[in-house]
């Protein structure tokens, strides 16, 4: 399946506003347009005499060159503070103008100027009450493929939600040639291999028609990024009765299905769902093989689930500007939990969050490239909280959370640790009683706790104590790597500053959840 199935466009030229877009000049601290500029130098240029000419344009040749030789200052010297050379192509809103607050980004001494910041930024706070959810009819406009795919039913009986799909391919081809996952990723092409020896005797056949079955996954791991997902979903993958996709992070319902692999490589192909449901052939033929091993005549229950764990899932809203109409107030017309929730209301979800001043450093230790230091980091960090404030100027804070020029501007994830703007706009989809929400310093300090509440949330049944021990007591995964380690931790002031910035958004999580620990007063550093 390709592009070429879907009813959908671009709302816009990206490439046509990128090459639209006027460079700035920050003189003094005041905005200016260049080509403004070189406009008036154009129309004084016209009004001059015959005689006076030539001065006219050497004067200009020489304006043009001294604003040359400011640029590549600004250029050689790493000076960020006024000149903004190359916005992304990606971005389609319009360059988001820093807050009224500018300072010195290179330099650890503007302390003061950063708190200003972080002030302004509070005093424009408002968290967003309930949203409008959008009509069920909005979304499969939006969708229509999916929706058609996946039915409003599922079978009984299985505690998956699962179903026969027919199946009018040819029986000698190959199934999942077409599969973008296998286009791109070595390791769905060995799966994908293994799984097309055994997919013919998986076909159920039913009066001269064949029949595959079709799973979603039960459950879902949400988030966030460098909380501890990959080490509950290595422990969860222990677990008999608990099946995982191929691989940890799909990815599927926050950027495959817009075809975006990365951001900054633009669009490609979009994943269609069927893609996305190949992922689960593995733990489907085994809940296909416990449901018809009874041979008995009495029904048989399977008890295996299947889980998902792309930790992009609860923030990751990127992709709409590029396919849903604008809202008045800059703000997403459909988020992901949308569409998860029209296809698979009863889903449920764990979300592991950690202390967001700790997050944001261990995000840019293992996602940064080169010449990462703490001092780095506190100017990304100062440029960042610079950005937002911006931002919170012109609109709301939910619209600047999820405004996907500013996430592309920052040069640190800051939007990220906001965890409860993510968790009330779940909580409007979702009920509390599924989505649990865990912390990883309690996990890192009491695995078998965590576990514990994990299997409860989940209705999984009692297990060995053997296999509970090796659940539970297994090493620590994706844990800092030995270089990032010796980079040591972040400056006391850029921890200051950020613990002063999360903190009315850390108060209104642990009044939602009613739970002062998540307010990390006294959390110890993981």
Same mark, same amino acid.
């Given at each position: 399946?390709?592009?070429?199935?879907?009813?959908?466009?671009?709302?816009?030229?990206?490439?046509?506003?990128?090459?639209?877009?006027?460079?700035?000049?920050?003189?003094?601290?005041?905005?200016?347009?260049?080509?403004?500029?070189?406009?008036?130098?154009?129309?004084?240029?016209?009004?001059?005499?015959?005689?006076?000419?030539?001065?006219?344009?050497?004067?200009?040749?020489?304006?043009?060159?001294?604003?040359?030789?400011?640029?590549?200052?600004?250029?050689?010297?790493?000076?960020?503070?006024?000149?903004?050379?190359?916005?992304?192509?990606?971005?389609?809103?319009?360059?988001? =103008?820093?807050?009224?607050?500018?300072?010195?980004?290179?330099?650890?001494?503007?302390?003061?100027?950063?708190?200003?910041?972080?002030?302004?930024?509070?005093?424009?706070?408002?968290?967003?009450? =309930?949203?409008?959810?959008?009509?069920?009819?909005?979304?499969?406009? =939006?969708?229509?493929?999916?929706?058609?795919?996946?039915?409003?039913?599922?079978?009984?009986?299985?505690?998956?939600?699962?179903?026969?799909?027919?199946?009018?391919?040819?029986?000698?081809?190959?199934?999942?040639?077409?599969?973008?996952?296998?286009?791109?990723?070595?390791?769905?092409?060995?799966?994908?291999?293994? @799984?097309?020896?055994?997919?013919?005797?998986?076909?159920?056949?039913?009066?001269?028609? @064949?029949?595959?079955?079709?799973?979603?996954?039960?459950?879902?791991?949400?988030?966030?990024?460098?909380?501890?997902?990959?080490?509950?979903?290595?422990?969860?993958?222990?677990?008999?009765?608990?099946?995982?996709?191929?691989?940890?992070?799909?990815?599927?319902?926050?950027?495959?299905?817009?075809?975006?692999?990365?951001?900054?490589?633009?669009?490609?192909?979009?994943?269609?769902?069927?893609?996305?449901?190949?992922?689960?052939?593995?733990?489907?033929?085994?809940?296909?093989?416990?449901?018809?091993?009874?041979?008995?005549?009495?029904?048989?229950?399977?008890?295996?689930?299947?889980?998902?764990?792309?930790?992009?899932?609860?923030?990751?809203?990127?992709?709409?500007?590029?396919?849903?109409?604008?809202?008045?107030?800059?703000?997403?017309?459909?988020?992901?939990?949308?569409?998860?929730?029209?296809?698979?209301?009863?889903?449920?979800?764990?979300?592991?969050?950690?202390?967001?001043?700790?997050?944001?450093?261990?995000?840019?230790?293992?996602?940064?490239?080169?010449?990462?230091?703490?001092?780095?980091?506190?100017?990304?960090?100062?440029?960042?909280?610079?950005?937002?404030?911006?931002?919170?100027?012109?609109?709301?804070?939910?619209?600047?959370?999820?405004?996907?020029?500013?996430?592309?501007?920052?040069?640190?994830?800051?939007?990220?640790?906001?965890?409860?703007?993510?968790?009330?706009?779940?909580?409007?989809?979702?009920?509390?009683?599924?989505?649990?929400?865990?912390?990883?310093?309690?996990?890192? =300090?009491?695995?078998?706790?965590?576990?514990?509440?994990?299997?409860?949330?989940?209705?999984?049944?009692?297990?060995?104590?053997?296999?509970?021990?090796?659940?539970?007591?297994?090493?620590?995964?994706?844990?800092?790597?030995?270089?990032?380690?010796?980079?040591?931790?972040?400056?006391?002031?850029?921890?200051?500053?950020?613990?002063?910035?999360?903190?009315?958004?850390?108060?209104?999580?642990?009044?939602?959840?009613?739970?002062?620990?998540?307010?990390?007063?006294?959390?110890?550093?993981?």
């Amino acid at each position: 399946m390709t592009q070429m199935d879907y009813k959908y466009s671009l709302l816009g030229s990206t490439v046509d506003d990128y090459h639209k877009r006027p460079l700035l000049l920050q003189v003094d601290d005041t905005p200016m347009n260049l080509f403004a500029i070189l406009e008036v130098k154009r129309d004084l240029t016209k009004r001059s005499s015959a005689a006076g000419c030539k001065i006219r344009l050497y004067g200009f040749l020489f304006g043009l060159a001294v604003m040359f030789l400011i640029m590549a200052s600004y250029v050689l010297t790493g000076d960020k503070k006024g000149l903004l050379l190359t916005p992304s192509p990606y971005h389609l809103n319009s360059l988001v =103008s820093p807050g009224p607050f500018a300072f010195n980004l290179s330099s650890v001494k503007d302390y003061a100027h950063i708190k200003l910041v972080v002030k302004s930024i509070k005093s424009k706070l408002e968290f967003p009450s =309930s949203r409008q959810l959008p009509e069920l009819k909005a979304l499969m406009r =939006s969708d229509p493929h999916m929706f058609s795919v996946i039915p409003r039913k599922f079978l009984p009986g299985i505690k998956n939600p699962c179903w026969y799909e027919e199946f009018t391919g040819n029986i000698t081809t190959d199934p999942y040639k077409t599969n973008l996952y296998g286009r791109y990723s070595r390791r769905f092409r060995t799966v994908f291999q293994h @799984l097309r020896s055994a997919f013919h005797h998986h076909l159920l056949r039913r009066n001269r028609k @064949l029949y595959r079955m079709r799973c979603l996954p039960y459950f879902y791991i949400i988030g966030q990024p460098k909380c501890g997902t990959t080490d509950l979903y290595d422990r969860l993958r222990l677990h008999p009765d608990v099946k995982f996709t191929t691989f940890k992070e799909p990815h599927w319902w926050t950027r495959k299905r817009f075809g975006i692999i990365r951001l900054s490589e633009g669009l490609h192909d979009r994943y269609p769902v069927e893609d996305y449901l190949d992922l689960f052939d593995q733990a489907t033929h085994q809940i296909q093989g416990e449901l018809t091993a009874n041979t008995s005549g009495s029904p048989s229950h399977p008890k295996i689930i299947i889980g998902e764990a792309s930790a992009s899932t609860m923030w990751d809203n990127n992709a709409w500007v590029y396919f849903y109409e604008n809202t008045t107030e800059g703000e997403p017309l459909f988020l992901i939990q949308d569409f998860i929730h029209a296809v698979q209301p009863e889903a449920r979800f764990i979300v592991m969050l950690r202390d967001p001043v700790e997050r944001l450093y261990s995000d840019y230790l293992y996602f940064g490239i080169a010449n990462k230091s703490a001092e780095d980091f506190h100017e990304k960090v100062s440029e960042s909280l610079q950005l937002f404030d911006g931002c919170l100027t012109e609109f709301t804070m939910r619209s600047c959370v999820y405004n996907t020029t500013v996430n592309n501007a920052m040069p640190v994830r800051l939007q990220v640790g906001l965890y409860i703007v993510y968790l009330i706009d779940w909580l409007t989809v979702f009920s509390k009683e599924q989505i649990l929400v865990l912390r990883l310093e309690d996990h890192a =300090s009491n695995r078998k706790y965590t576990m514990h509440k994990v299997f409860d949330f989940l209705n999984l049944g009692p297990l060995s104590k053997e296999i509970e021990s090796q659940i539970t007591r297994s090493p620590a995964s994706n844990t800092r790597r030995p270089a990032d380690k010796n980079l040591g931790p972040m400056l006391p002031i850029t921890k200051e500053i950020l613990r002063d910035f999360y903190k009315p958004f850390n108060e209104k999580l642990a009044k939602v959840l009613q739970n002062d620990t998540f307010l990390w007063e006294n959390n110890s550093k993981l």
